[in-house]
Every structure is written in C-alpha cells, then in structure tokens.
C-alpha cells in the first residue's frame, strides 16, 4: 500500500500556473503508475493526467492537453501535476493516485491521497 500526499493548491487568477505536489510514501511507488484526478463540487471525479511508473509515458483529459504536464521523481518518491494557463473550470479538488498501469478510469487506481483545493478566479 502506498500513502499519497497532495500539496501545492490555493488560489489563482485565470492565466496562472501551480504546480502539485504528490509525495509518497513507500517503495511500491516507483514501481507503480501515477494518476491525476478533479472533483468540482456536485461532479464526478474526473481524469486529468496519468504518468508510468518510470516516467517515460503520459496521456492527459482533452481539457487539459497542452496546458497541464505530469512528471514524476521516484528518487523522492514524489510526483507532479505543472498546470499553466489556468481557467476558471480547472478549480476542483485534485487528488493523485498510484494504479498498475496508466489508465484513465478511477477502477483502476487502489490508492489516493486526500487531495488539495485549487480555486481559479476569472
């Protein structure tokens, strides 16, 4: 089982970047797929991003491709979500998870942090 950590959220004006933070605790990290989730109130979680375990693969949600980027650093057990260009329909709670393989449905992932708060303002 591995423990994930969400940080780096808050408050931004439309046009603004964050970066997420992911940090992990335990080995199975490294040997495990990563994924990026948002929940916007009264929504479902959605997909966002999804990183390989060794980094060398991503696939991002439509709504997020070209602005958004997912890294990992397994020396530290951390990974990233970079999130420039930010729009207001970006503001959710975003929660990371560790899965088998990369893949977007929720299912698929067994275990997730709490998640972190991001609010854009138009």
């Known amino acids: 089982q591995v423990q994930l950590t969400e940080s780096g959220g808050g408050l931004v004006q439309a046009g603004g970047s964050l970066r997420l933070s992911c940090a992990a605790s335990g080995r199975a990290f490294s040997r495990s797929a990563l994924g990026w989730f948002r929940q916007a109130p009264g929504k479902e979680r959605d997909f966002v991003a999804t990183i390989t375990f060794s980094g060398a693969d991503t696939d991002y949600a439509e709504s997020v491709k070209g602005r958004f980027t997912v890294s990992r650093d397994n020396a530290k057990n951390t990974a990233y979500l970079q999130m420039n260009g930010l729009k207001p329909e970006d503001t959710a709670v975003y929660y990371c998870?560790?899965?088998?393989?990369?893949?977007?449905?929720?299912?698929?992932?067994?275990?997730w942090g709490q998640g972190t708060q991001v609010t854009v303002s138009s």
């Open positions: 998870a560790t899965g088998i393989g990369t893949s977007r449905w929720r299912r698929d992932y067994d275990d």
